[in-house]
């Protein structure tokens, strides 16, 4: 291996570092993100929910609701929160694996050139 092709297969190798370090980035605020509206948004919602209406179930039962617009849109609202928090949630381990996947293949890629290198040096 020339010096050139040494210096070409370490750019390599940082810009795969990079491109994981990013995905990572990016996952861990989703993740957090999550937590975050799962314990000040939802669970307060649920909380608030069942203090307000005793007589009624989450799932829609209980007696008629006909003109309780509160307790009709209530559970709308608790049954999309956790489609949102799963996504979040996916998506941030989904970016973080995908981060530590780019960086193990660069110290793959870094561990395949270690032979090359040494042998270049030694030639000298």
Same mark, same amino acid.
């Given at each position: 291996?020339?010096?050139?092709?040494?210096?070409?297969?370490?750019?390599?190798?940082?810009?795969? $570092?990079?491109? &994981?370090?990013?995905?990572?980035?990016?996952?861990? *605020?989703?993740?957090?993100?999550? /937590?975050?509206?799962?314990?000040?948004?939802? =669970?307060? $919602?649920?909380?608030?929910?069942?203090?307000? =209406?005793?007589?009624?179930?989450?799932?829609?039962?209980?007696?008629?609701?006909? &003109?309780?617009?509160? $307790?009709?849109?209530?559970?709308?609202?608790? =049954?999309?929160?956790?489609?949102?928090?799963?996504?979040?949630? /996916?998506?941030?381990?989904?970016?973080?694996?995908? &981060?530590?996947?780019?960086?193990?293949?660069?110290?793959?890629?870094?561990?395949?050139?270690? *032979?090359?290198?040494?042998?270049?040096?030694?030639?000298?």
């Amino acid at each position: 291996m020339t010096p050139e092709d040494i210096l070409e297969g370490m750019g390599t190798i940082k810009r795969m $570092l990079t491109v &994981g370090t990013v995905f990572a980035a990016v996952g861990y *605020p989703l993740g957090g993100a999550a /937590l975050f509206l799962e314990f000040t948004q939802f =669970h307060p $919602l649920i909380d608030s929910s069942f203090v307000q =209406h005793t007589g009624y179930s989450i799932a829609g039962g209980g007696a008629d609701r006909a &003109g309780m617009a509160a $307790l009709n849109g209530d559970p709308a609202t608790i =049954h999309k929160f956790p489609s949102l928090l799963l996504w979040m949630k /996916l998506g941030g381990i989904a970016h973080i694996l995908v &981060g530590i996947s780019v960086a193990l293949a660069a110290i793959v890629r870094t561990l395949t050139m270690v *032979p090359a290198r040494l042998g270049y040096e030694f030639d000298d």
